[in-house]
């Protein structure tokens, strides 16, 4: 999958999206980045800090899907913001930040759509 062209069809599909990044499980971005023209709420620093924490996360969830099935995306809301962890398999996550307003049904749907799309 071309992770660059998926991370710009996320930020294509809603103007309430703040970012889009595909991590792998080092936590190296892999492809994406920040809407043009929306300013990071976080220094350089603390998003590695955040970005390293959601793999944690991640590697843990992994663990628990022999009991529970897969994880398909978790959700954190904050004050200002949403973000969104979905993942891609066993080697890929991505994170999706938006506005706090944003319809948090129609950004899953369509992130959901844009993956399975890609991967043909």
């Known amino acids: 999958m071309d992770y660059e062209t998926f991370c710009s069809q996320i930020l294509e599909s809603n103007p309430k999206i703040r970012f889009a990044t595909v991590y792998d499980e080092w936590a190296s971005r892999i492809g994406g980045g920040i809407r043009e023209g929306v300013s990071n709420l976080l220094s350089e620093h603390k998003e590695n800090e955040l970005v390293n924490l959601s793999v944690m996360d991640w590697k ?10 897969k994880t398909i995306y ?47």
Do not use: C, P
């Open 74 to 120: 978790t959700l954190a809301e904050y004050d200002k913001v949403k973000r969104f962890s979905f993942y891609l398999g066993d080697d890929h996550l991505l994170l999706v930040s938006t506005e706090k307003d944003a319809d948090t049904n129609l950004i899953v749907d369509k992130v959901i759509k844009l993956y399975y799309q890609n991967q043909n």
């Open 60 to 69: 843990a969830r992994k663990e628990m899907s022999k009991w529970l099935g």
